[in-house]
């Protein structure tokens, strides 16, 4: 199937981001094929006609998801909060990636014993308007997340100065009182004597899909998505999924409607003796711990390499907002 203008996929075109994109897709069994070698800005996915692959700095994925000249793209919530007005209204969030993970903070000087959460800033603005005839400076290249931010809890006497350095040493040099920025570790933070305020994680971070909702969204461009979406999401599924094969000497017992309902796991079919469940990786202990309170002699425990199903959540949730 060949759509007559391509599906367009953009995803990062360096660094960690794109090493992390490409491990992403490979997991799901889609191999990143980038055309005539690192410096090509125009590749695809193996195997998947009608799709081209735009290899992109970050802000320009942002752009192209957000004009609708990319149906589907990677990158990090921040970027795409910041750059876009309203985010939810023009992309569907459709996957958090697990990589790219950061946190967008208010941060203070530790000096600043008495700061403890962002209430407390407005009663130091006032103060330091008092005092110096002039608004508190806030330093950040989130501009727009800090506004929203700002003016949701009632803070409003400030003013942002942008910053395209480094951050985290505006407080220092002077250039001002407190930060916005981001942060994965806080190190640079404590190194600059900065502290992040017990209520200031303005929005925790990490790579997402995101689905344009601004694209030409023609009947082949769906079943692309469809089809692409499926595959990642039965290796999503997968990954948190375990398949548990009970042995019972004397052959497997009939389990009660729901019985496995309380442990999130099915029942998906018995075999020489054998009942095989699916279960929640996380919840593995317990199932296994009920099977041999049932009588199991054993439960071994499986990885699974892809569990696909009728319901496909990622392509729903994208036709949802489609209509």
Known sequence: MSAAKPFVLAVPSKGRLQENAFAFFARAGLKL???????DYRGRLAGVDGLEVAFLPVSEIVSHVADGSAHLGVAGEDVLRESIPDADASVAFLSRLGFGNADVVVAVPRAWIDVRTVADLED??????????????VATKYVNLTRRFFAERGVTDYRIVESLGATEGAPAAGGAELIVDITTTGATLQANALKVLDDGVMLRSEANLVASLAADWSDEHRAIARAL????????????????????????????????????????GREDGRLVLHGPKARVPDIADWLIGQGAAEVAVLPLDYVFAARNPLYEALAGRLG
Not at 33 to 38: A, C, E, P, T
Not at 124 to 137: K, L, N, P, Q, T
């Open 124 to 137: 130091v603005a006032a103060s330091f308007h008092a005092r110096r005839g002039r608004r508190m400076r």
């Open 33 to 39: 094929v980038q055309g005539g070698g690192s410096r």
């Open 229 to 268: 979406l499926g595959r990642i999401a039965a290796e999503e599924r997968a990954r948190t999924t375990r398949e548990l094969r009970a042995a019972f000497p004397d052959g497997a017992p009939a389990i009660e409607a729901g019985a496995l309902d309380a442990f999130g796991a099915a029942l998906v």
